[in-house]
């Protein structure tokens, strides 16, 4: 009888998308103005989301307080008004697409949640793009 | 050839999250404001989703009127406006919590769905916590 | 040149509607499921508006993290995950309804914003139940 | 390491609910005011949903704006401002139910998708009611 | 000490921009796909707000169940699953733009609300184009 | 008989808060971390809102259409993907605070829409803090 809950957070950051080892043209041609090497930025809503049995004495497959504290020590606290390319270490040679913040996101939090438990991220870029990602 | 269908509802209640087997300070140590003996509530979000194949005839995998007057019927009638651990039997022993609250939903309808679909229930407790319940 | 800024916030309560120099026979039928004695909830968004001249130092109106904490001491720490009637000093002879509950916000933020600010509340009991009160 | 990307869309269309083999009297019990023969219509919400493994060149699993163009030349052009039952060919002779409208939108996407990455589309009818297809 | 009490509803309608007293060539010129002579359709989005004074024995500027079947009475029964331009008297000879619906549905609520409160109409034909008529 | 037509745009865009003739530390002190010299982003939510008669031969105030183009024109071709701070010329040396955009944007706006019309313009940063200006 598994359940999955879910807990929405966010946060705000600027980005470019760039492959360091293309051509300033190459990037240019792939990825358009959001090659911008003066960056642009997005408010990114996330989505955590934990499958498991519900625990018959709380009700709880995880309690939603501590999955909170989770997400904002983890990523909010990384991420928040932050510069992405810049100032996150992951995003230092790996391009920071929403499929590749959406890994990234998955990996810091999976050592942080019981491994019987399924993870998910979802990754809103722009209220209109976005990304899953089941690990 | 199997397409899922989706409908919105919605309740409030008042609730609060209780083990009843054990003292009042432990629920307090899990539980937190939650517990409050008092009560607090929510305006919970249901989405009801039902997988079948469409009957070539109508072009539905099930009529929506009919969903809507069902849940109407079934969950709307018994929750709305209500004490979920008061006043509502499922919840005088179980924990009023999301996930089975979910539970109690799907197990309320399942008996009136076609046993050749297959039922999923998604609960908003608030716009940023929610569950999904899948039998 | 006046600019308004507006911060969304949100609490979660019970409330029942009642008059209490009413007898419950009126009670009822006025205010008919809202009235029910065991309470119910909702997931109430208050939206916090203050409208006036931009500081042309800043760039604020008014500072949105003072805002924030503003809102989060004086009405979240008051309201959220609370009992209205039974724990809220100011309901306990008011009814609260979502116009009574808009004005009790309004005068608690009132004294703590300058006086050359405006200010306004827009407080949302359901997603489609909301007031405005601008003093 | 499979990612889903989702892109949103919409388009706004006219339609009613008719099984153009039934007697007026049949369609009108079975689909009501969805039958109306005057027409109504709807805004449609439409999300794109593609899997597969994120190319590591780039960081895409496929490029949003190739989707957002794929999905305004194929779908809304062809939708948009529309009449389904008597503009869209595919529904001269098939009952535009969201279900047979999210197959219609695949099965018109499907061959300029990739055969390696996977589909899915999300179709809202209403903000209440919404339709889900993975082929 | 007056308060803006608002509700939201909906109706799905068929229309065409259209001027009768025009010829089709200057119609297409002026509303383009919006004159398809065929229809299209929107889920229209409505809400009714009500400003006056908290009447002090209910905590209510308005009875918020009697606004709500107001708006199912004089607007839903008339204007929802129906097509505007063919079905609605008003739009025989006017044309359906949201502003001249929104000036429809504020003379058709009018007489039906205490001439003490005031009275607005907004009303979205799409999530991005909406409208808003005082009176 | 005024109506009021609003428009719903976007943009994605980096800044950072930041008074050019103030010391880092007091920049630092004032603006936290919003003045990340690394910059951090935003998907801006824009309502463009217009005031004035209905025009009885259209039914329109202003042309939806021409309200589109004229703010992807001014102001998402200027904003979007772009830096604010150094690409954007009216913030070389204004602060790019909600409040300061807003006017910016309003006075970008204001020459190309009749002078018979008022213009009002509302800003969300993130879907908790947004702006509105007048003129």
């Known amino acids: ?33 959001c090659a911008n090497p003066h960056f642009h930025g997005h408010n990114y809503e996330l989505i955590v989301s934990v499958t ?7 009700g709880y497959v995880m309690d939603m307080k501590v999955l ?16 992405l390319n810049e100032q996150v270490p992951e995003f230092i040679s790996l391009n920071p697409t929403a499929e590749n913040i959406s890994v990234v996101i998955w990996n810091k939090l999976r050592p942080h949640i019981d491994s019987k438990l399924e993870l998910e991220i979802t990754l809103y870029e722009t209220p209109r793009n976005f990304v899953t990602f089941k690990g």
């Open 1 to 33: 009888m598994k359940v999955t809950v879910s807990r929405k957070a966010h946060f705000n950051a600027a980005h470019r998308l760039y492959n360091c080892e293309w051509s300033d043209e190459r990037n240019d041609d792939m990825f358009g103005k």
């Open 52 to 58: 498991g049995e519900i625990e018959p004495e709380t």
């Open 68 to 83: 909170k504290d989770l997400i904002a020590n983890e990523i909010e606290e990384a991420f928040d008004h932050k510069n």
